[in-house]
């Protein structure tokens, strides 16, 4: 079972950054890709970004193109989302989720095991 742990949310300002990290145990992330989604109140999860554990693909939503980078460690099962110039939009639970039989990697219905979350709140 992958247990998955995030971290690095906030209150921040508008154009702020925030990293937020994500980390897997016991297991390693071998073979398992990792995404990040996020829920506003009142909506479902939103999917942000997703990465393949070899990093040959990464995608991201269209709000997130530009502002937002993935990357990951794997020699530490550590994922990170570093997001930049912050909007009110961006407010939100961020989750991040891993599986190792994707086939869509946007479906939050795809990803096996989900962290607890970690809110981020951007303020204008």
């Known amino acids: 079972q992958v247990r998955l742990v995030e971290s690095g949310g906030g209150l921040v300002q508008a154009g702020d950054s925030l990293r937020l990290s994500c980390a897997a145990s016991?297991?390693?992330?071998?073979?398992?890709?990792l995404a990040w989604f996020r829920q506003a109140p009142g909506k479902g999860h939103e999917f942000v970004a997703a990465?393949?554990?070899?990093?040959?693909?990464?995608y991201y939503s269209d709000s997130a193109k530009g502002r937002f980078a993935m990357s990951r460690d794997n020699a530490k099962n550590i994922g990170y989302l570093q997001m930049t110039n912050l909007k009110p939009e961006d407010t939100a639970v961020y989750y991040c989720a891993a599986t190792d039989t994707l086939t869509t990697y946007d479906q939050a219905s795809e990803y096996d095991h989900w962290g607890q979350g970690t809110q981020v709140t951007v303020s204008s």
């Open positions: 990465r393949s554990w070899s990093g040959s693909w990464t």
């Open positions: 016991p297991r390693t992330f071998s073979n398992y890709a």
